[in-house]
């Protein structure tokens, strides 16, 4: 697509200006010609009385729809004319007063001939109004192709021009109303070719430079490079898997970044659904972060997304990843046990912080079992591994409080060797699924009222023989601010973290 420039020069004006057209309607016999007229904001039209006495009647008295007013009032014989310059888009409606039927005319007015908006000059000028100057000082301009890209220069004095850049439509390479649809974004964009080429391949360019509207969340050419090698070249040899992703990447509807609010669930148009996640660290939809948003297009929006959006083709909820996981029978066997498997499975979102079987192993011997038998309790210790929001690893930061389903408060503590969640360290993070994410910890997360927990060690007291600290070093298992290790005679250990 030809990209033409043309230039002007104003002085010591802040505003834009476009090269203005004059169109002529001649007024004779009790007929305006031409009676239709179709021009571009910021051209004046000048009425000229060749024969007869006539005037011109355009005000919003007579056509309160008209955009503006214009008329010269008073009818004069052979000779006079009127000019009126088209500051605003619309249809404008006119008449000679008195007239014949017939004696009317419309002109509509257009806002695309050799304009620009504001948003697209703000770095050249700092104040683009929405207004039209015509006083404007102009320079000849040189046009240059340069690889499909039209080239302007000219000279101009800096002390008392400024330069305003707009479409010039006597260049024979400007186009009318010059397309700007999402799949133009996409083209012109250095950052998505292969993007651009996957949307050829599945022949979505015709939709992405349809009618919409759109919205698109747009991977970059780095975020496609960072999935498992062979990945890009296999879905280009997979064209219904490659469209079904570029399906799960586009909202059929124009969702500006105002418009989305925390843990908001959108629908692609695949029929699947994406999570909004707002933080103070920024915007992410499902794991991906936008790292730039509301690209305006004619039929939409576009944000620039830093990871692929992958669409899941079976469940893959979080109580699905416990269900799946060898290291995690034990949570799934409280998680049935305590019907938590249709909330986990739920539609979220949710974050599990998944104690592993050898976390449960690690709990006094018989308590598993206690807790089995005692329902309410154990459901109490799952609620308070799962937080009502999904917060990937990225969003969590040191000493942050996060409020449990329970109700109650576990604390994010980050040092040089990794992070944890009160007492237990996390050992894989950010295990995404379609209703959250689930982070895999080493140890059970037990609130401040777990009473078969101290029953279970006050019984098995006589057992006790001492406290560590993470270093290995003997502590008294009161001392408070720090993870601790008590050692048991039939060498089991428990993990705490005394507040």
């Known amino acids: 697509m030809k990209k033409p420039l043309s230039i002007l020069f104003l002085a010591l004006i802040a505003q834009f200006s476009i090269f203005a057209t004059n169109h002529i309607i001649n007024t004779q016999g009790m007929t305006f010609s031409p009676s239709a007229l179709t021009i571009s904001m910021g051209d004046s039209v000048t009425f000229n009385n060749t024969g007869g006495y006539h005037n011109v009647n355009g005000t919003q008295a007579t056509y309160p729809n008209n955009p503006a007013s214009f008329s010269n009032p008073t009818g004069v014989s052979a000779g006079w004319s009127y000019v009126y310059v088209f500051t605003l888009s619309g249809i404008y409606n006119y008449q000679c007063n008195p007239h014949l039927p017939g004696m009317a005319g419309t002109i509509t007015v257009t806002d695309c001939n050799g304009t620009v908006n504001g948003t697209a000059l703000i770095d050249t000028c700092g104040v683009c109004h929405q207004a039209y100057i015509y006083n404007f000082i102009t320079h000849q301009v040189n046009f240059v192709d340069n690889a499909n890209n039209l080239i302007a220069g000219v ?70 490079n960072n999935l498992p090698a062979g990945t890009v070249t296999a879905l280009l040899n997979d064209i219904p898997a490659l469209t079904q992703i570029l399906q799960h990447h586009v909202v059929g509807d124009s969702v500006m970044s105002t418009m989305l609010s925390n843990n908001q669930i959108v629908t692609t148009l695949l029929g699947t659904n994406i999570t909004v996640t707002i933080t103070a660290n920024g915007v992410y939809i499902d794991n991906a972060m936008v790292t730039m948003v509301d690209l305006v297009a004619d039929n ?200």
């Open 300 to 499: 939409g929006v576009v944000h620039v997304i830093d990871a692929v959006l992958i669409p899941s083709t079976s469940s893959n909820s979080i109580y699905d990843i416990v269900s799946n996981s060898s290291s995690h029978t034990i949570l799934k066997t409280a998680i049935d046990a305590c019907s938590l498997d249709g909330v986990l499975a739920g539609p979220g979102p949710f974050t599990l912080f998944a104690p592993t079987d050898a976390a449960f192993n690690a709990l006094p011997a018989g308590t598993i079992t206690a807790l089995l038998n005692d329902i309410p309790q154990l459901t109490d210790i799952l609620k308070h591994h799962v937080v009502a929001d999904s917060v990937m690893s990225t969003m969590l930061s040191n000493n942050q409080v996060v409020t449990t389903l329970l109700g109650a408060n576990i604390t994010v503590t980050i040092t040089a060797n990794g992070f944890y969640i009160d007492n237990a360290m996390v050992t894989m993070v950010d295990l995404v699924a379609d209703n959250g994410v689930v982070h895999v910890i080493d140890a059970v997360l037990l609130p401040n009222n777990t009473s078969i927990i101290d029953n279970t060690i006050m019984i098995e007291s006589n057992r006790y023989l001492y406290s560590v600290n993470i270093l290995g070093d003997r502590v008294s298992k009161y001392i408070r601010g720090q993870i601790i290790f008590d050692i048991y005679k039939d060498g089991s250990v428990i993990k705490r973290f005394n507040r």
């Open 155 to 224: 000279d101009y004095d800096p002390s008392t021009e400024i330069v305003v850049f707009a479409n010039d439509p006597s260049n024979p390479y400007w186009n009318d109303c010059a397309s700007n649809t999402i799949y133009d974004i996409v083209s012109n964009s250095n950052d998505h070719t292969i993007l651009k080429t996957a949307i050829d391949a599945c022949s979505l360019d015709g939709v992405l430079a349809g009618p919409g509207p759109f919205t698109l969340f747009a991977p970059t050419d780095a975020a496609f």
